[in-house]
């Protein structure tokens, strides 16, 4: 979906997405860039949060973005585990009884 809006639009696009367990649901990060060309050019970790930097260049009728962290893919099993762990902790975490 983001690179078809690269593809219409020939900018680049910064997808960011939260890290972290809320109620049911747990995300992931692996916020990214994507150069005009529909490049990833940056990925951020999953299920790590952190501060993440890109550079990107103005150009005539065209974006970029310079290369920058670019996180491996996790293996199916692995992103799983590290799914569970996170929103369990998360979980743990908001519903703990202040310790006294």
């Not at 809320?22 to 050019?41: H, P, R, W, Y």
Request: charged content about 25%; some cysteine; glycine content about 12%.
């Amino acid at each position: 979906m983001i690179a078809e809006r690269v593809a219409e639009c020939a900018v680049p696009i910064v997808y960011v997405n939260l890290c972290g367990g809320q109620d049911e649901l747990v995300f992931e990060g692996n916020s990214f860039v994507m150069d005009a060309k529909g490049t990833i050019v940056m990925r951020a970790p999953a299920y790590t949060e952190g501060l993440y930097g890109a550079q990107f260049e103005r150009r005539e009728f065209q974006g970029g973005a310079r290369r920058g962290h670019r996180g491996a893919g996790a293996r199916v099993d692995e992103s799983v585990y590290r799914a569970l762990v996170l929103g369990v902790r998360d979980y743990v975490q908001s519903t703990a009884l202040p310790a006294w």
